[in-house]
Structures are given as C-alpha cells and as structure tokens.
C-alpha cells in the first residue's frame, strides 16, 4: 500500500550512541518532515525537506541531523543520542505546491535513551 | 506568525451527546485548515480539511467542522459521540507550511 513507511518502529539507544531513522514514501512527495511528540507537548517540527537535496531547520534541530539524496527517502539522525531525545518521531509527506493537501504520516518511532 | 490553538487539553463527553473541540488559528493569508486524529500508539490520521466554499465541512468517521472566517476558528464536531472516538485530535494549518494545535483528548464516556 502507498503511504510513509518508518523503520524501526521501536528502538533503544544508550547515552552518546548514533543512529538514522529512516523514512520512505513513495507518493512522489516533495515535502517531507519529522516530528517528534512527547507527552503534553503535542508535535514539534525537527527538520523539513522540500525537495531532494534541499532541507531545513524546524523548531528544534539541535541533535539531529537530515539528508534529502532522493524524493522517497529522509532519513534522521542522531549524532550523539541523549535522554532528552526519548520520544516519538514521526515521519510526514505532502506535496509542495499544492497547499489544499495534507500531510499523510508514518506509524512512528518510539525510541528510548538510557 | 503563524500560529494555531487548541484551547481545552481534554473535552469531556457522555455516548451519544453531541461534542465540539475547539480551534482557531492565526494565519496571514488564506490558511487550509485540517483535523487529524490519532488513536493510542499510532500515527496520525487524516479526518477532514476545508479549502473553499460551504462552511461546514464533513469528513470520516461522522465527524464535520465549522469553519468561521471572522472568528478565525475551524472547531470539530459530531452530533453523537461514541467510546471509540475517544483520542488524541490534531488542527492544522497549512500555509506552504504545516502548523499544529497542541492537541485535545477527547474522553467519550460510556
């Protein structure tokens, strides 16, 4: 089925180790994001994408990094995991001009920093 | 700047009562407005959106939403609430960019 696939759905990372989120979509969307969600603070945008090879910072980038190589892929990474990094993240697609559509979102990853 | 409101964290409601969750939005330009919903431990899905033309906007699920342009709100509703609506429920604005409420717990109670 089309839609935002998100791997691993479940992950638990030890202070200072790295690792990449992945998120594909094959809708052909040029606009990509993460989010995280964390308890009473609904969703905070980490980092968009609106196109392949073109990325920005959203309201909380530090700690993260992303890469826009193609259309389908936008994977995240954390460089140096923390415990403030324990959350929920989830991976959104839409197309870029046509601001009537929304996003359609991945199922999440939950991950734990210890 | 952009911004969008949720003003109630939870709504409280009986089966089979009518419910409202409350949004407004503070835009420039002409916002498209949307709701998500999600349920526990999944992501988020999309219920309804307003572009253009009738107010009232009906979406999945027997959910509508009110769009009022003087009032700058998009509140969702459903003229009777069951337990399985109970969730977490997102409004969204998108002008080229996405911005969300900070969500509403609705509580349907049997």
């Known amino acids: 089925n089309a839609g935002v696939t998100q791997t691993p759905k479940f992950q638990v990372l030890k202070t200072g180790q790295s690792m990449t989120l992945q998120c594909a979509q094959d809708m052909n969307h040029e606009y990509m994001s993460w989010y995280r969600q964390d308890p009473g603070m609904g969703l905070r945008l980490i980092h968009y994408?609106?196109?392949?090879?073109?990325?920005d910072q959203g309201e909380v980038p530090n700690g993260y990094n992303v890469s826009r190589s193609t259309t389908e892929d936008f994977p995240l990474r954390l460089l140096s995991a923390a415990p403030s990094q324990t959350s929920v993240y989830f991976c959104a697609s839409s197309y870029k001009g046509a601001t009537n559509y929304g996003y359609t979102f991945g199922s999440g990853t939950r991950l734990t920093v210890v | 700047a952009q911004s969008v409101a949720q003003p109630e964290d939870q709504v409280n409601v009986a089966e089979g009562n009518p419910l409202t969750v409350k949004c407004t939005y503070s835009v420039s330009g002409n916002p498209y407005l949307f709701w998500y919903v999600q349920y526990p431990n999944r992501g988020l899905q999309f219920l309804l959106k307003y572009i253009t033309g009738d107010n009232l906007v009906k979406g999945s699920y027997g959910f509508e939403a009110e769009f009022n342009k003087s009032q700058t709100s998009f509140h969702l509703k459903k003229p009777s609430a069951l337990v399985s609506d109970s969730a977490l429920y997102f409004c969204a604005v998108r002008v080229l960019k996405f911005y969300f409420g900070s969500g509403t717990k609705l509580n349907v109670k049997p």
């Open positions: 994408s609106v196109g392949a090879g073109i990325t």
